[in-house]
């Protein structure tokens, strides 16, 4: 039996950033690195242009996972920054569950690495929690396409929703008409074959 269409809202919303730390980021095989770090880069663009409540948490950053990249320090210098002491799952730190239930959002935009532990652990327990799930499944990444696929599968059975970071942006904002150029903008620096596509909107509407 199907479930009902709920969309994301982007006045319900809310994005956690699990655990993109320099580290872990060599350990990812199933996305090439280029593409990975510019959908991760992708989601965070997206989250400040909607204005998106972004969470940001680390996992023992002073051992070999190392340190949250810095690009996410620069887009979101006054999100809440919760750099966990040692525990895999984020949820299992209060002041990170505190950081996500402050927000007071419903729905939960949720990447990191890697994918079977950084962002399963979390997304299973914030849908037993009564939270709505979406995992941006190109923004995080894990070892294989094996390890990949058997998370994905695991959080789907318990009701994560599995998205991309485009399908995102777009289910969020709803209408082309809202914002042209802002939308377009954002793919546009995500997405280079976009650009033609700017490109030709960019003349159509000059001449």
Same mark, same amino acid.
């Given at each position: 039996?199907?479930?009902?269409?709920?969309?994301?809202?982007?006045?319900?919303?809310?994005?956690?950033?699990?655990?993109?730390?320099?580290?872990?980021?060599?350990?990812?095989?199933?996305?090439?690195?280029?593409?990975?770090?510019?959908?991760?880069?992708?989601?965070?663009?997206?989250?400040?242009?909607? @204005?998106?409540?972004? #969470?940001?948490?680390?996992?023992? /950053?002073?051992?070999?996972?190392? $340190?949250?990249?810095?690009? !996410?320090? &620069?887009?979101?210098?006054?999100?809440?920054?919760?750099?966990?002491?040692?525990?895999?799952?984020?949820?299992?730190?209060?002041?990170?569950?505190?950081?996500?239930?402050?927000?007071?959002? @419903?729905?939960?935009? #949720?990447?990191?690495?890697?994918? /079977?532990?950084?962002?399963?652990? $979390?997304?299973?327990?914030? !849908?037993? &929690?009564?939270?709505?799930?979406?995992?941006?499944?190109?923004?995080?990444?894990?070892?294989?396409?094996?390890?990949?696929?058997?998370?994905?599968?695991?959080?789907?059975?318990?009701?994560?929703?599995?998205?991309?970071?485009?399908?995102?942006?777009? /289910?969020?904002?709803?209408?082309?008409?809202?914002?042209?150029?802002?939308?377009?903008?954002?793919?546009?620096?995500?997405?280079?074959?976009?650009?033609?596509?700017?490109?030709?909107?960019?003349?159509?509407?000059?001449?």
């Amino acid at each position: 039996m199907s479930k009902p269409y709920v969309k994301l809202d982007k006045e319900n919303a809310a994005v956690l950033m699990v655990d993109h730390q320099a580290g872990l980021m060599s350990l990812v095989r199933d996305i090439g690195p280029d593409k990975f770090k510019n959908n991760i880069l992708a989601l965070a663009d997206l989250a400040k242009y909607f @204005k998106l409540p972004t #969470i940001l948490t680390t996992s023992f /950053e002073d051992g070999p996972n190392g $340190p949250l990249i810095p690009e !996410l320090k &620069e887009i979101f210098p006054d999100a809440p920054y919760i750099a966990r002491p040692g525990q895999i799952n984020a949820w299992d730190n209060e002041d990170f569950v505190k950081a996500v239930k402050d927000t007071g959002k @419903k729905q939960l935009l #949720i990447a990191g690495i890697v994918t /079977e532990v950084c962002v399963a652990f $979390p997304a299973l327990s914030a !849908l037993e &929690e009564g939270f709505d799930v979406f995992v941006v499944a190109d923004a995080s990444g894990t070892f294989d396409a094996l390890t990949r696929d058997a998370a994905w599968n695991r959080m789907t059975a318990a009701g994560a929703q599995m998205m991309t970071w485009f399908g995102v942006a777009c /289910e969020l904002h709803r209408d082309w008409r809202n914002d042209v150029e802002g939308l377009g903008s954002l793919l546009n620096n995500h997405i280079s074959d976009y650009r033609n596509l700017m490109t030709s909107y960019s003349q159509l509407t000059s001449s």
